[in-house]
């Protein structure tokens, strides 16, 4: 007897329906699994075998095949347990086979028959409802997860045995609670910016970046409040919107990172500089997901970026200006997104002191210089120089006010102008392409002359020029202007040379 059932495969944070057949024919007791397994795939057969036989369910002593259709997708990992367990059971007589077709189901087995939780549940569900499946059966420990995606009855199980009732109709669990809102408040427990004593430059500049979604460079010596910065950047960031949600959520759960609810709060991820360019950007042969991408629509933060590796620096040029990754494995390629900030903050001099204690020497100064001003910068619309405040700011006994909170608030404002002219594709002034900055950067005719005269002095190249109108459209944007200023244009090209905010130094 035949009989089929579908699951799902993972390719990159999408998955692709899989139809999982198995033929039972007399003939010498064997199991053979072919369609392109991977060794987890091919050990499935003793996992299958023992699970059925500890549920008291019977693994036929007879000749088996199962086939994972179709052959062109590559199927890894331990997830196909249980469709190939089911397709057994249906192609055995011992459940029905019909109205096996609006079943989808995945989940590792156990020896004993108990179901293991896998990656990328959410994905998977997602699959279902594109395939059109009305049900789906899940690990219990994925159920919540999978039942954040509407229109599909999802069952969370937590044993081969139970299946056997659910699938005959005998027994139904209790759905499973979408956990769309639990937890606390994402800003409860975030640090804020007020910890953060002088650096109004460098504060101003983090709230643009937050606003705009600008990529930023901190350069200055030690102890100055760079890392304390960036780590209260997600505080003023915009909260995610349901879709940027689910698909945060989707990258933790193909990464093994998701706790079973929809993300709240955007990721903050913060690798240490000996990272590998594929633990950066995503690769190997079963392609996992990099830094860039465990931080889409949120926050890639390199601290001391001068000491990252140059291959691993390069890795990142263009995904940051594509906005995905592809990772090629043989003749196809996967696409994992990467739509997320870089902040990145570094000493001056690899020696770390303050300018007139350094022991650099000048190799030393032009490696870092090399390193800082590489073709990433290239990237970066906002760079900004500190120094260590002046002693009274740090001893000021002035108990000081929250601030993220209101920034958070100016930057929601600022980002909804942002959605409001543009497509959803394009939801920060960072993400518009060419066309786009062109047809609303709006300058004024002063700033238009301004721009012109500052250009004769100091070529930007098209690129460059792009990132200033970009920046000034956010400098108006947060000031809830339509029109950008002679101001805006100044203080953007103040923090393209690095200089800080002109308009704060005025
Ligand atoms: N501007 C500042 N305001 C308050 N505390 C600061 C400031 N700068 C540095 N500190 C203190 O110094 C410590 C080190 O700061 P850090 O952000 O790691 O500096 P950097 O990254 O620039 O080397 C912080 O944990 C904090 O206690
Ligand atoms: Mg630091």
Same mark, same amino acid.
């Given at each position: 007897m035949f009989a089929s059932i579908a699951t799902f495969a993972l390719e990159g944070i999408d998955s692709r329906e899989v139809s999982v057949e198995v033929d039972v024919r007399r003939g010498l007791p064997v199991f053979t699994i072919v369609g392109l397994p991977d060794p987890a795939v091919r050990e499935a057969r003793e996992r299958v075998r023992a699970a059925l036989l500890n549920s008291g369910l019977e693994f036929p002593l007879k000749r088996m095949t199962a086939n994972l259709a179709p052959a062109d997708v590559r199927k890894a990992g331990p997830s196909f347990d249980l469709a190939l367990a089911v397709a057994v059971l249906a192609a055995s007589g011992q &459940?029905?086979?019909?109205?096996?077709?609006e079943w989808a189901v995945c989940g590792e087995l156990s020896l004993s028959g108990v179901l293991r939780p896998v990656r990328g549940a959410l994905a998977m569900s997602l699959g279902a409802r594109r395939g059109g499946f009305r049900r789906l059966i899940v690990p219990t420990a994925n159920a919540a997860e999978a039942a954040l995606v509407e229109g599909v009855e999802v069952s969370g199980v937590q044993s081969l045995a139970r299946i056997v009732e659910l699938m005959a109709g005998r027994w139904r669990p209790e759905p499973p609670v979408p956990l769309r809102s639990t937890g606390?408040?994402? *800003?409860?427990?975030e640090p804020d910016? $007020?910890? @953060?004593?002088?650096q109004a430059d460098a504060k101003r500049a983090l709230e643009l970046a937050a606003a705009g979604g600008h990529n930023l460079l901190m350069v200055g010596?030690?102890? @100055?409040?760079k890392t304390m910065l960036a780590c209260r950047l997600p505080g003023i960031l915009p909260r995610p919107s349901l879709d940027e949600a689910v698909e945060i959520t989707r990258v933790q759960s193909v990464a093994g990172l998701a706790d079973g609810g929809l993300a709240r709060r955007r990721p903050f991820r913060a690798p240490h500089h000996t990272i590998s360019a594929s633990g950066l950007v995503g690769g190997g042969a079963t392609p996992r997901p990099g830094e860039i991408t465990l931080a889409h629509h949120g926050v890639l933060f390199l601290d001391?970026?001068? *000491?990252?590796s140059r291959a691993a620096l390069e890795a990142l040029r263009q995904p940051l200006e594509t906005r995905r990754v592809l990772v090629s494995r043989g003749q196809t390629s996967i696409a994992f997104p990467a739509h997320t900030q870089l902040v990145a903050a570094s000493n +001056?001099?690899?020696?770390?002191?303050l300018r007139h204690e350094c022991t650099c020497t000048e190799a030393d100064h032009a490696r870092y210089a090399r390193k800082l001003s590489?073709?990433?910068?290239?990237? &970066?619309?906002l760079v900004c120089r500190l120094e260590a405040p002046p002693p009274s700011e740090l001893t000021d006994e002035a108990e000081a006010l929250p601030e993220s909170r209101a920034i958070r608030r100016r930057v929601e404002l600022a980002r909804e102008r942002q959605r409001s002219r543009s497509r $959803?594709?394009? +939801?920060s002034n960072a993400a518009m392409g060419t066309l786009a900055t062109r047809r609303h950067a709006l300058l004024s005719v002063g700033a238009r002359t301004h721009l012109r005269e500052r250009q004769e002095l100091a070529p930007l190249g098209a690129r460059g020029h792009d990132r200033v109108l970009k920046l000034a459209r956010t400098i108006a944007d947060l000031d809830q202007r339509a029109e950008v200023s002679v101001d805006d244009v100044d203080e953007a090209l103040g923090f393209r040379l690095g200089g800080g905010s002109a308009r704060r130094a005025a």
């Open positions: &459940i029905a086979r019909d109205g096996l077709g606390p408040e994402p *800003e409860a427990d910016l $007020a910890d @953060v004593r002088g010596p030690p102890g @100055v409040g001391e970026l001068a *000491e990252f +001056a001099c690899p020696c770390a002191r590489g073709p990433l910068l290239d990237r &970066i619309d $959803a594709d394009a +939801a």
